[in-house]
């Protein structure tokens, strides 16, 4: 396994890096009090290039091919330029579980329709997976899409949706022949506007404030074969596949703002005296700075990894599961140590150190809990 990095690779990162502190930084506070998502940012992230990331060049991307390591590295930069973790949370939804699937999954109809305008902000994309009944367990999702002439029947409803409430598009996935378990179920692409759908409100939330929220309804909508992604059952390989990618990608924003979290810090508790000396001199302070140093390193080991198996093709459950577990969990630890280096100015929020807290327990509970990882941990080794 190779960790090392281009010069090319390096040169982006830095790239990203600065324009994220040059242009995705303002009003952050805000719009972080309401709740409000910047279509701005979003539009100037695809400017720049990111949403391109996800799609091959023909289709609006960066290169020939989707790379994995360039982006998981850009996405690391992204985190670590931008303040706002709900940016990254949001373009790596649509990025990984929307755009890439249909790359790899996508007819050419499809492809040409949709790719190029999610890679240039012209439409945005989102993924309907969880319900009220069936978060982790997927397999008792009660939408159902029914085959009828010419297409399909879609009833039910999506719970807890990233971008939801404002999305042009949604792969949504449903039971197409409940009798086949895994296999019975497809995705299937339904754009806004059509009869029969609708989305809830934005909903307020605990932390990643500025990432819209909300719920997909279907009430006989009527979807065209055409809109349906890959083949009938496939859908099952389609979410395993997504998944993968997107907890790389959400995890490195992550490890990103990690990384700004513990540099902001180490220069705080430098400059802070009490008693006649800095407090980074005292060994209580000293060694909450050591373990957020540890989380940070052990986090971008387990991150790279998991970047260099999917480049190579590899399957990583395990090796997904404990990076989500193990990052999003050293995110909130060591947001809490952050608040305790700062002291009584980092609980207000005035600072800007206790939004860290809130978005990095968002990070927990998205994309699949801690005690979900822990299950598909223990399950991958025979338990």
């Known amino acids: 396994m190779d960790l090392s990095w281009t010069k090319e690779q390096l040169d982006y990162k830095k790239k990203v890096i600065d324009f994220a502190e040059k242009n995705l930084n303002n009003a952050l506070s805000d719009r972080d009090k309401d709740c409000i998502f910047s279509r701005e940012d979003w539009e100037k992230c695809a400017g720049f290039g990111i949403q391109g990331l996800a799609s091959p060049l023909e289709y609006g991307g960066k290169n020939n091919e989707v790379d994995i390591l360039t982006a998981t590295l850009a996405m690391e930069g992204l985190g670590y330029g931008c303040r706002d973790n709900g940016l990254p949370f949001s373009l790596n939804a649509q990025m990984w579980t929307v755009q890439l699937p249909i790359v790899q ?156 979290q513990l540099e902001s810090t180490i220069a705080f508790v430098k400059e802070r005296k009490q008693f006649g000396k800095s407090i980074g001199e005292f060994q209580s302070v000293s060694n909450r700075i050591a373990n957020m140093k540890l989380r940070v390193e052990t986090s971008r080991l387990l991150l790279y990894q998991v970047a260099w198996l ?37 609980y207000l929020t005035e600072y800007e150190i206790e939004r860290n807290l809130r978005d990095a327990v968002g990070g927990v509970i998205y994309a699949g809990t801690s005690d979900i990882q822990r299950n598909i941990i223990s399950k991958t080794l025979g338990l």
């Open 310 to 346: 999917k480049s190579q093709g590899k399957p990583a459950m395990m090796e997904t599961a404990l990076l989500k577990l193990h990052l999003s969990e050293s995110f909130v630890a060591s947001s809490m140590d952050a608040i305790r280096c700062h002291g009584g100015s980092g």
């Open 105 to 260: 999954f996508g007819s050419e109809f499809q492809k040409n329709k949709y790719l190029k305008p999610m890679a240039l902000a012209k439409l945005i994309g989102c993924h309907g997976l969880t319900e009220a009944n069936a978060g982790s367990d997927v397999f008792n999702m009660e939408t159902t899409a029914n085959k009828v002439e010419g297409g399909y029947i879609l009833n039910g409803s999506k719970r807890l949706i990233t971008l939801g409430p404002i999305a042009d598009i949604a792969l949504v996935f449903a039971k197409t022949n409940p009798k086949l378990g895994k296999w019975g179920i497809s995705g299937f692409i339904v754009e806004k506007g059509t009869r029969g759908f609708s989305v809830s409100e934005n909903q307020p939330k605990m932390g990643l404030r500025t990432v819209p929220i909300g719920d997909l309804v279907f009430e006989d909508c009527f979807v065209p074969e055409e809109n349906r992604l890959g083949k009938e059952g496939a859908g099952w390989s389609i979410t395993i596949t997504s998944l993968e990618y997107d907890r790389c990608s959400i995890l490195a924003s992550q490890l990103g703002a990690m990384e700004y």
